[in-house]
């Protein structure tokens, strides 16, 4: 299947099923001598990791990472990195009184449509369990940053900022909160609210949306094409190859559609070390080419498929009946796609930076 590899200088392909036996990865691309242990990969893995709390699915994966390749003392060595993830917990049988039926929402019908065959133990490669190897293949490209600009050179934040309609309050982005609750907020009160309203979703059998917001400073200006790689197009294209992602926005985004031209300006002053903008409403992009301001970026995840509640379907023989997904399925996607959304923006500019030194040698 194609499709399964994303990147160009800094370029990784991803194998494997939700119930098979591994997932993995290989990256291409990482400079020689770079320092690299699997506790630098499995740090963030933990993060992802599912059935940390009962708003996660309670599939129970340690999801412990191991090099394969690429790495030798403790340095890479410029050639493909492989690394390998072992599934612990399928329970494929909770799929069996569905393996005929498509689930509304989910990608049972568009798999089944082009190739003919489907692998329902949950989902096979549609499944979010993919993006493992996703944060995996960020923490390499995070060091990768770290050994071009100096280690701390850029910081790449992400939290829940919406779920289920309900945003954040203006302002309110604390992201040492991050950490401190069950659903990576920056808003302490916000976690509060979605606690209770989440856990009716959960106990209803239903489930809920979420935007997610992703964060990168100190990311230097010039990284990025002008036409058809801009970087805020690369981002796009990253995010929304995110499982369950529906939409993305870069800066204002859609909101900027409703500015004026007066109001949508991030205009420039001269500072102490050079340009300063007054605003962000670009996002840190412009014209394609990052401008050294924050590069913020969104994500809609729309609500889980999988949920218990009743739907009406279709089976692969063409009859209507309905459908009703067991298994442990997580109430609220987005929760995870937190750091699955840091990894992709990482992965996202260590691939530009890379192709910036290549192409003007800076």
């Not at 309050?169 to 509060?192: C, I, K, L, Q, T």
Request: glycine share 14%.
């Amino acid at each position: 299947m194609p499709g399964n590899a994303f990147g160009e200088a800094f370029r990784y392909t991803t194998w494997g099923e939700s119930h098979g036996p591994l997932i993995g990865c290989v990256i291409d691309g990482a400079p020689p001598r770079i320092p690299l242990t699997e506790a630098d990969i499995q740090k963030f893995l933990d993060t992802r990791r599912p059935g940390q709390s009962r708003y996660t699915t309670q599939r129970r994966e340690a999801d412990e990472v191991r090099i394969l390749s690429g790495v030798f003392e403790g340095q890479t060595t410029g050639t493909p990195i492989s690394l390998v993830i072992e599934n612990q917990d399928q329970r494929s049988k909770d799929y069996g009184d569905i393996k005929d039926k498509f689930r509304p929402g989910h990608a049972d019908f568009t798999y089944w449509t082009k190739y003919g065959i489907r692998d329902y133990r949950g989902g096979g490669r549609s499944s979010a369990r993919e993006t493992a190897m996703r944060v995996a293949a960020g923490a390499v490209a995070r060091r990768v940053l770290d050994h071009v600009l100096g280690s701390g050179g850029v910081a790449i934040r992400a939290g829940l900022v919406e779920m289920g309609g309900d945003p954040i309050a203006a302002g309110r982005r604390d992201w040492d909160e991050v950490g401190r609750n069950p659903f990576f907020s920056p808003d302490a009160e916000a976690a509060e609210r979605w606690a209770e309203r989440l856990d009716a979703a959960r106990k209803g059998g239903s489930s809920l949306g979420a935007i997610v917001e992703v964060v990168a400073s100190g990311v230097p200006a010039g990284l990025g094409e002008p036409v058809y790689d801009k970087l805020d197009a690369d981002l796009a294209k990253a995010m929304m190859s995110i499982n369950a992602v529906k939409g993305v926005e870069i800066g204002a985004g859609f909101e900027s559609a409703r500015l004026n031209g007066e109001g949508n300006a991030d205009e420039m002053r001269m500072g102490e070390t050079g340009v300063v903008f007054t605003s962000n409403h670009a996002g840190g992009v412009l014209g394609g080419i990052s401008s050294g301001q924050d590069i913020v970026v969104r994500f809609a995840v729309k609500p889980t498929s999988s949920i218990l509640t009743p739907r009406l379907t279709v089976d692969r023989f063409g009859q209507e009946t309905e459908i009703s997904t067991k298994g442990r399925h997580d109430p609220c996607v987005g929760i995870r796609a937190v750091p699955v959304g840091e990894a992709m923006m990482a992965i996202v500019l260590a691939d530009h930076l890379l192709r910036r030194r290549a192409q003007i040698g800076a």
